[in-house]
């Protein structure tokens, strides 16, 4: 559980860094609906360049932004490869023939075996995933002694290869685009920007300073409250608990034990946090003042105009 | 009263930090698709809906789900937030509403139960006509092709009603009823905590 990490921010300077939250917030939400509105895939390889170029420019480390393509990198190559399979429109690239046999499948087995096994390297992960992958499609296609059976045909198709790539560089972009965001801005300063743009909502009985004010305090409290669980479960480890194994009721019987003492301590804890923001003469609902107050300077201009013109842009290509 | 109102300020903080964070923990279940995953999320909400009304429960719901984009980022742009946003709401708010009105476990268990068919019924209808398209978008493929992920782990499933009934109601009624059940068991143990303020304040 300790590997969790909240929020990406890294501390640094540059032209991301200077923006108005506010800007960049917006800005983003601007350029995905327009990263949507792109049809094919020249216009997403200038998009994807454009990109690049601005991390440049915000000399922002791209080793950095691939670190956190990380999680979703699984989510990338199942795209791909989903696409690939499924998509059987425009002409035929590549038509395999295949079969089983008992051949093929104790040696698939075996390979798959071989890649668990070596999968503790994690170096080479990802050169190993793609080995194995490669290793299965060589194995349906030529490795057969004896009988054969249950054929079938592996097609590749032009519109199934272009559309591939087409998504999975959209998902990059997008990924980017938020990573960008988390890591080059503080969460409190993510949360100010939320706040002033909340403000409207004030019409239906929304008040953002309230709200904002939960948010900060519920991310100041994530890093606590994992901390606590983490003592807990190895309190309830230490009395034999097991929280990795069992069946379903086990399991149930398991998250009470966990969250019943977290909750107690959660309540305790906000009881603290309510006598010191009390004695501090916290009022809610009231204005609050602040340090540092946003501002909106030429590098926010700079950027809402670059966002507008994007926006335009791919409006009048979808239109066009 | 003021310093009631500081107080669900901050318990409502709290209860969100601790549902964003079982948010992250992930259970999958082996009827539905890898991306149907169970978590005890709802449980905070439902707790903090019970004890401080069903509007609190709206605001710890909004948080959990603004935290997690902040966490976890989205590749939907806001479309699978909103949509998880209106099914967490739809247990917790009639769950909540009927709590508040009649206070002891049998109305608990009602509320549940219709918190559970309305989350059900409201799942099924955003899958079908806001969460799958969507995610179809996303990934450039048909609805018919995030069907056809369904088709592998059950054969049984060959349409969209079919993935609809045979994966989406079944997990949220698991995803439901579990989560109903650590809530009653949970709540009578940590709710004195809050409860005995009120009798203090009034």
């Known amino acids: 559980m300790k590997n969790i990490v909240i929020g990406q921010f890294v501390p640094g300077s540059g032209f991301f860094y200077k923006l108005d939250p506010r800007t960049k917030i917006v800005s983003i939400v601007f350029l995905m609906v327009a990263l949507f509105l792109l049809e094919n895939i020249t216009q997403l390889l200038i998009a994807f360049s454009v990109s690049v170029v601005l991390l440049i420019i915000g000399r922002l480390s791209i080793i950095r932004i691939i670190k956190g393509l990380k999680p979703i990198f699984i989510l990338l190559i199942f795209t791909f490869l989903f696409q690939i399979l499924f998509n059987q429109e425009g002409t035929l690239l590549v038509n395999q023939s295949m079969s089983l046999s008992y051949s093929s499948i104790a040696s698939i087995v075996a390979i798959t075996v071989l890649w668990r096994y070596l999968a503790h390297f994690k170096r080479f992960n990802f050169l190993l995933l793609l080995a194995w992958i490669a290793g299965i499609y060589l194995i349906l296609s030529y490795f057969h002694y004896g009988p054969t059976f249950a054929p079938f045909s592996f097609k590749v198709y032009e519109k199934g290869v272009e559309m591939s790539i087409f998504v999975v560089i959209r998902l990059l972009i997008i990924i ?29 009985g929304m008040n953002s300073e309230d709200f904002a004010l939960i948010i900060s305090i519920s991310l100041r409290y994530i890093p606590t409250i994992l901390d606590e669980a ?49 004695s501090r003469n916290f009022i809610p609902g009231k204005p609050r003042t602040r340090i540092y107050e946003l501002k909106f300077n030429f590098s926010d201009l700079m950027t809402s105009l670059f966002t507008a013109a994007c926006f335009a842009l791919s409006i009048v290509l979808k239109v066009i | 009263m003021k310093r009631k109102s500081i107080q669900k300020m901050t318990i409502i903080a709290i209860l969100s930090a601790m549902a964003a964070i079982l948010m992250l923990i992930e259970i999958p279940l082996g ?39 902040m ?39 009602i509320g549940l139960g219709i918190g559970i068919v309305s989350m059900t019924v409201l799942g099924a209808f955003l899958n079908a006509f806001v969460l799958l398209p969507v995610y179809a978008s996303v990934f450039g493929t048909s609805v018919d092709g995030l069907v056809a992920v369904g088709t592998l782990v059950n054969p049984n499933i060959t349409n969209l009603t079919g993935f609809i009934l045979l994966a989406v109601v079944p997990f949220n009624l698991v995803k439901g009823i579990l989560v109903s059940v650590v809530v009653i068991l949970v709540y009578k143990r940590v709710s004195f905590l809050i409860k005995g303020k009120d009798h203090d304040e009034v």
């Open chain 1, 176 to 204: 980017t685009l938020s990573t960008v965001l988390t890591i080059t801005t503080k969460p409190t300063d993510l949360t100010q920007g939320l706040e002033k743009l909340l403000r409207p909502m004030k019409v239906i």
């Open chain 1, 230 to 278: 983490n003592k807990i479960m190895l309190a309830q480890a230490s009395r034999g608990a097991d929280f990795s194994e069992g069946k379903l009721k086990d399991k149930v019987k398991q998250v009470i034990s966990l969250l019943v003492p977290m909750f107690i301590i959660a309540f305790k804890r906000s009881e603290d946090l309510a006598d010191a923001m009390e």
């Open chain 2, 31 to 69: 009827f539905a698709p890898d991306f149907y995953k169970l978590d005890f999320s709802e449980v905070p909400v439902l707790i903090g809906a019970f004890a401080l009304g069903p509007i609190a429960g709206v605001i710890i719901e909004a948080v959990k789900i603004l935290l997690n984009f």
């Open chain 2, 71 to 109: 966490i976890n980022g989205t590749i939907t742009f806001g479309v699978g937030e909103v949509a998880n946003f209106l099914i967490g709401l739809s247990i917790v708010v009639p769950a909540s509403w009927i709590y508040t009105r009649h206070k002891t476990r049998k109305f608990a268990i």
